[in-house]
Every structure is written in C-alpha cells, then in structure tokens.
C-alpha cells in the first residue's frame, strides 16, 4: 500500500500544494512550524475521517477561506484508490473513487496507516483512555464491524447514562434492562475484537522491543481480562454485571461496566509501565506497540500500511533511530524532521523541504 500524491487546498497553513511520494522512505524536513505537521494529518484524515489533533473539522479551513479540500491518489493490493474529503464549516463530503460515502466505515481499509508522534507517549503515560483510543484507531482500519458496533455502543451508552440521571426511580429501573439487552451486543463485539488484536499484538511487540533495546529490556501487553469466552458469553456476563450494579449506576449517574472502561497492562522488564518506567523506556515501548501495529496491518490486509513518523527522530537516541530507520525499510514511511542529516545516516529517501506551507526546491 502507498500514497502516490497527496493534494492540499485551503488545508491547516496551505493555500494550495501537491506531494508526490515514493515507495520506500520520504522525509518531510524544514523548520518547525512551517507545515510538515499538517501535511501528514492530512494523510491520516484520508484514511480514517478524522484528526488526531482537533475534534471540530472546520479548524482543517485555512484562515480566511471558506472550504478547504484534500485528495490522496492512492494504491493498494486491489488497484488504484482515490481519496478526496471536502470540509465546509457546517459539514464535509468524503468521495472514494469519486462515489460519495455515507459513513466513515464505508472510508476504513482503503488507505491505512499507522501514525507516531512525540504525543503517542500519552499511549503510555496518561490514563486508560489513550490505549482504548490506540485500539479502537488501529481495530477499526481493518474491521467495519468493530467500528460499526463501537459507534453503536458509545450511542447507547450515552442514552443509558442519560437514563441514570432520570429522577424518576421507576421509570429509570423499567428502562435500564431495555439498554442493557442493546449495550450487551455491541459491547460482546468490540471485548472479541479487541482480544483478538491484542493476542496478535502482544508476541509482536514483545519482538520489536528486544530489537530496538538489542535484547536489554522485555516487553508484555495483555488486556486486563474482565470479560472471557464468546460473544454469547460476554454479552451475558456484562448484562449480570450491569444488572448487579444498577444502584451503583444510579448514584455516581453514569455506567461503571463496560469494554468503556478497558484498559491494557503495560509491563517493561517486569514493571508497570504506566507507573515506574522512564521516559525512555516510555519512548521505545510506544514506539514497539506501534511497530506491531504496521506488523498485524500487513498479517490482515496482506500489505503494510503507510507509516507516519511525525518528529519522531528527535525522541530517540542515535541507536534506536539506526534501528528504526532499519526497521522501516521495504514499506512505504513519511517521516517528518527539521535537519536530515541528523536523523537519516545516508539513508536513501525522497526528501521534501517545507517552508511556510509551500515545497521548496
């Protein structure tokens, strides 16, 4: 899977530009500040409908215009694939291969990719909701299912934790069960799901780890397993726990069960990551995760995804960016940095000065 060309209207700080990529590795480099951020967001919005870094699409509109338009021609193991998102203030329009699509599931597994940053530490270090968000992003590139019963389930439970603040004692308990039977099925899916990935993961990452701390450190993910067995099962052992919590529910005004409240267990050499690892055991540990990401990409799909390094280099010492730049070889890579001869070591690449949102020769 690559990108061919990628094309920014009105885009972040580009008033009009076009890239042309190639297989393999190309660099992005210019001072900060100049755009090279924006340009590979780009490129994850076509591949999934949305931003890592804002939640409103109408902040996308380069001031002063009205709509801003972004279009990627594309090619993966079926052909040739084209991607364009035109975002308004009040709305966007998404089109693949020029048909317009109804809902981003119809958008997942066209172009996938994977993206890192110096902000996927959060993945890491901050709380359980970077490392559901980590799965749900990765899950949903490669199952329509998944997404389709997670944008489902976070409905439902938002009318169910609308019902818990209902003061009408009654009507709350008659309706809880009604929520409960719809919650169950959807949530039976993702737990499945989910499991699925990380038993996939986990090996992966345990291996990208040794490699990148030549064998110094070790490496263990798993899912802090509160629901076992098959869909049937996990549907039924949620609508128990949600039926024995009912009270509990009603006090705090919110549901208290639920793969909503997943989390994964991170350990470095035996410890807790998210408590006593450094920054850089941090660093390489988010980085192996991601790793196995573009891995379990290429076991799915049967190719890998676009690669997105956005500044990563400068969070990594001069051995581990040798082993990445190892490590990435044979697969399409957009990395962004400000001086290549600090991060690249003569690595063969297409390299792309940015300044001020423009491609300068």
Known sequence: MRIKKLFLQN???YER????????????FGKNAQGKTNCVEAVFYLCTGASLRIRHDKQ??????????ISAEAENRYGNVTVEALISENKREIRVNGSKIAKNADLMGHVNSVFFSPGELRLIQDGPDERRRFMN???SQTSPAYYTALLRYNKILDQRNALLKNSDYSLVMDTLPVWDEQLC???????????????????????????????????AVKLDKTFKGDEAEIAETLKRRLSNNYEKDLRLGFTTVGPHRDDLDIDISGIDAKAYASQGQTRTGALSLKLAEVQIFKELSGEY?????????????LRRRKKLLQRVHGMQTI???????RVLYG???????????????
């Open 185 to 219: 099925k959807y949530a039976a899916t993702i737990v499945k799901k989910r499991v699925e990935f990380l038993e996939k993961l986990s090996p992966i990452a345990e291996e990208m780890h040794a490699f990148l701390t030549d064998g110094a450190e070790t490496l």
């Open 11 to 13: 885009f972040r700080n």
């Open 137 to 139: 992003i990765s899950i």
């Open 335 to 341: 990395l962004t940095c400000t001086h290549t001869e």
């Open 347 to 361: 690595a063969d690449c297409n390299k792309i000065r940015i300044e001020n949102g423009r491609i300068k020769e």
């Open 60 to 69: 996308l509109i380069k001031l002063g215009a009205e709509t801003a338009q």
């Open 17 to 28: 530009e076009e890239f042309c990529f190639q297989d393999g590795l190309n660099v992005l």
């Open 305 to 317: 995804p676009v690669l997105v390094l956005d500044d990563v280099m400068s969070e990594l010492d």
